[in-house]
């Protein structure tokens, strides 16, 4: 995941969400690596490649004049989406960001081409009063629509980062092109439920591990093992 920051002093490079729930699993599972997701904070020069933006909120009309420039240039040169166009330069111009305007599948399509900076997830901070870094990561986070599940084997316990809304079948894949090519099941308990009840083997005892077919969404804290065929 990779954020671009923009006119606030926060330290670039690769940077470890803090999740306290790693802890209390790490202590429930001993295991000997504990890895976390990892947010990478890059230089603004790499803002129209990455999937968020981090800035001071007195740059917030900065960014929607530039966006407005080049929606006014595809107005007049675009004519089959211009009624597309105009709502974006109507919502603009009353200082609305893109990504909270309700545009369908298609039109995102449409205007994801375009780079336009407004319509990726932006967090704004007030450099003045600087939230603190673990809180502007999460904040970050879940601006983004990021949610987090967890693997466990001997030698690992993983935080892994998915969209929110996806499905277990999507998130077997980001852990590994083997898991979900073979896809059967998937074992799922919630961190909640793994916690309240003192380990894998009491929740297990209590009903709360549930076995998944493909559509399961993912929930924020879910603790997944993949079933499989090789």
């Known amino acids: ?113 375009l780079n336009l900076v407004t319509l990726k997830p932006i967090t704004f901070q007030n450099k003045e009063i600087l939230a603190s870094f673990p809180e502007i990561m999460r904040d970050v986070y879940a601006n983004c629509a990021m949610i987090s599940f967890f693997t466990v084997n001997e030698r690992e316990l993983r935080a892994w980062s998915i969209k929110k809304g996806v499905s277990v079948f999507e998130a077997a894949g980001c852990i590994h092109s083997d898991l979900q090519r073979g896809f059967i099941k998937a074992e799922v308990v919630n961190y909640e439920d793994l916690i309240s009840s003192g380990g894998l083997n009491q929740a297990k005892g209590k009903g709360l591990v549930k076995l998944e077919g493909k559509e399961y969404v993912v929930r924020d804290g879910d603790l997944i093992q993949v079933r499989f065929s090789v």
């Open 1 to 113: 995941m990779r954020i671009a920051v923009m006119a606030i002093d926060f330290p670039l490079g690769k940077k470890n969400l803090p999740d306290e729930r790693l802890d209390k699993l790490r202590g429930v599972f001993h295991s000997p690596k504990v890895t976390s997701v990892q947010i990478n904070f890059e230089d603004q020069a790499h803002m129209l490649d990455c999937d968020g933006v981090l800035c001071d909120i007195n740059t917030k009309l900065d960014l929607i004049l530039k966006d407005l420039e080049i929606i006014e240039g595809r107005i007049s040169s675009d004519a089959q989406n211009k009624d597309l166009f105009l709502r974006c330069k109507e919502a603009l111009e009353k200082e609305t960001l893109l990504n909270e305007v309700p545009f369908n599948e298609e039109e995102k399509k449409i205007l994801l081409n």
